[in-house]
Nanobody, 124 residues
């Protein structure tokens, strides 16, 4: 079992920044690829960013590329999502997830564990 707890969400004005954290406990964190997804009201949960086990490869949705950065610290069992130049359309609940595979990371289906989510609200 892997437990994931997100933090760092909040209310920010458009153009501002937030850094989300996801702390993992349980099995070896470095054995899991990690992803961030988000879900806005009335919409499906969508891929935001992912990072492989070693952190050597990262992937982003086109809508956040160049503005968001995913990173991980395996010594701290934590994955981060730095979000810059935030837009109102980034408003959503953000979830982190852990996958025991290192491929197909844009798909929700490959993830084994999910956190409870943290709300991000961007005002215009």
């Amino acid at each position: 079992q892997v437990q994931l707890v997100e933090s760092g969400g909040g209310l920010v004005q458009a153009g501002g920044s937030l850094r989300l954290s996801c702390a993992a406990s349980g099995r070896t964190f470095s054995s899991y690829a990690m992803g961030w997804f988000r879900q806005a009201p009335g919409k499906e949960r969508e891929f935001v960013a992912a990072i492989r086990w070693s952190g050597g490869s990262t992937y982003y949705a086109d809508s956040v590329k160049g503005r968001f950065t995913i990173s991980r610290d395996n010594a701290k069992n934590t994955v981060y999502l730095q979000m810059n130049s935030l837009k109102p359309e980034d408003t959503a609940v953000y979830y982190c997830a852990a996958a025991s595979v290192n491929y197909g990371l844009r798909s929700r289906d490959v993830y084994d564990y999910w956190g409870q989510g943290t709300q991000v609200t961007v005002s215009s």
